[in-house]
């Protein structure tokens, strides 16, 4: 098992509709960073790097398991909605004295991007981790009966059949190992060990609910992506690994015009990372960030 | 043997489904007009949110229920209940689709589509009752519909996938500019009827 601390403090925000986990390292009167994961992971994702933000970069660092994810919230029966996560951590903005400095990792890092534009007055800079949106050719839809059919589908699957159970944590720590091959076993681990529970019948499940795989059958397309990041006011740094990654989908010239879009941008090739630039390369992340804070 | 009718009422309707109470009487076969999450005796969906199209899964489930999805289904949307409507129909669960002022609002560009996710997001922001344990019904939150999805390289991908015939019905509610052209996209026949008031859709609806 890795040897990492553990978060100064565990919380439960109520939304009113929804209840999300939080995880804090450092003194919360320090200016608040707020860390959201990626899709399937959850807040202790960040158990390596938000002490270091804690200590090094003397911030209020928090972690967020995201609806759906975690101890947090369930999704909505019919999947999960991009504008209800940016609802959801627009509220805890809210109750972390804003503006604050949001990192987001792959899922996440569309996340605090799209929370940025929507919300600029509770953002004051965004960090983006190779989370700059699937490739074009993935968001155009070939087949909009096919993809509404299994929509329907699937949702019905997930309703009938429930999550999946497993009979141990270290064989869903290898499952998780096999699908991100660069991810050190010793995280998967770590990210298996605190997002299982027990199952109904004495194995164990993800905590992450498989609604989340449901898509949905609305707009979504390179366009509306770039056209999003134009309106992004706040400074933002986007982290790429230069390693081969299964997960790291996005050739250079995409990557190039997405980046072109926002107003204010910095971009930095992170040598020796690939899908995980934080867990990879955690140094050069906190030095790229103390500086980038330190602007 | 006569098709059953399944309505997806608009989104936020007080009247949810029991606006179209006449209409299922009316029908020559069985007929269903449920109310969707958040509206009526239905709870809301398990966090209190809602998307465009989710309808199509809640109605549809209803139907099951209901014992109404065995093989010939005419599915009706109102308004926003349209879309959904349309994806149960491009999903093949529909033998034929009815949409009442569902052809939606003029295109927008994907600027456009932007500023109207902010526009939306920032006024649930602002609105406590939508972001309060839903209490009412409708829930407040569905006062605010959705963001708009009315892009048109979208829709009309969608319109072309749907094969089965179409009828729209518009009556002077409708905020389809150019119902002509938005009829163009489907693959299959379309009939379009304009109508003087709301109260002229159920004969529209069951004529022969």
Not at chain 1, 120 to 128: A, F, I, S
Not at chain 1, 195 to 212: I, S
Not at chain 1, 228 to 247: C, K
């Amino acid at each position: 098992m890795l040897d990492l601390p553990q978060p100064d403090r565990a919380g439960l925000a109520d939304l009113g509709r929804t209840t999300i986990r939080t995880w804090e390292w450092g003194n919360a009167a320090n200016p608040a960073v707020l860390l959201i994961h990626g899709g399937w992971d959850h807040g202790r994702m960040w158990d390596g790097l938000a002490p270091r933000i804690a200590n090094d970069l003397q911030r209020h660092a928090v972690a967020v398991d995201v609806r759906g994810h975690g101890d947090s919230g369930r999704l909505p029966e019919a999947g999960p909605s991009w504008p209800m996560f940016i609802l959801d951590m627009a509220q805890i903005c809210q109750r972390l004295r804003p503006p604050v400095t949001l990192v987001g990792h792959s899922f996440g890092g569309g996340l605090v991007l799209s929370i940025a534009a929507a919300f600029p007055e509770l953002v004051d800079r965004v960090v983006n981790l190779d989370g700059l949106g699937p490739p074009p050719e993935m968001m155009q839809v070939q087949d909009h009966a096919a993809v509404a059919a299994h929509w329907l589908a699937d949702a019905d699957r997930i309703h009938r059949e429930g999550p999946r159970e497993y009979r141990s944590i270290e064989e869903m720590a290898q499952k998780r190992k096999d699908i991100n091959t660069r991810l050190p076993y010793e995280w998967c681990l770590h990210m298996a060990s605190h997002g299982t529970k027990r199952g109904p019948t004495g194995g164990f499940t993800w905590k992450a609910d498989p609604l989340f795989r449901l898509g949905s059958p609305e707009p979504f397309n390179d366009e509306m992506l770039v056209a999003q990041y134009r309106t992004i006011r706040q400074p933002v740094m986007a982290l790429s690994g230069t390693e081969p990654d299964q997960w790291s989908f996005l050739q250079p010239e995409d990557r190039a015009r997405r980046l072109d879009a926002f107003p204010d941008v910095e971009h930095h090739p992170v040598a020796g990372a690939g899908h995980y630039i934080h867990v990879e390369q955690p140094d050069e992340t906190i030095k790229l960030l103390g500086a980038f804070l330190d602007k | 043997m006569t098709a059953a009718l399944l309505v997806i009422h608009d989104a936020g309707d007080p009247q949810a489904g029991g606006r179209w109470a006449e209409l299922v009487d009316a029908w020559p076969g069985d007929a269903l007009a449920p109310a969707l999450p958040g509206h009526g005796e239905t709870p809301p969906p398990t966090g209190g949110h809602y998307k465009a199209g989710d309808a199509a899964i809640a109605a549809w489930r209803a139907a099951q229920q209901a014992g109404i999805t065995n093989g010939d289904t005419v599915v009706l949307g109102h308004a926003w209940g349209g879309f959904a409507a349309e994806i149960l129909a491009a999903a093949g669960r529909a033998s034929r689709l009815v949409l009442v002022d569902g052809l939606g609002p003029p295109w927008c560009t994907f600027d456009e589509l932007v500023a109207d996710r902010h526009r939306w997001l920032r006024e649930v922001f602002a609105d406590p009752a939508s972001l309060a344990p839903p209490s009412t019904a409708p829930d407040p939150r569905l006062a605010h519909a959705y963001p708009s999805i009315w892009d048109r390289e979208f829709i009309s991908n969608l319109r072309r996938s749907i094969k089965v015939p179409v009828l729209a019905i518009e009556t002077p509610a409708s905020p389809t500019p150019d119902p002509d052209e938005r009829l163009a996209g489907y693959a299959g026949p379309v009939t379009l009827v304009n109508v003087a008031s709301r109260e002229a859709v159920t004969a529209a609806v069951v004529q022969p």
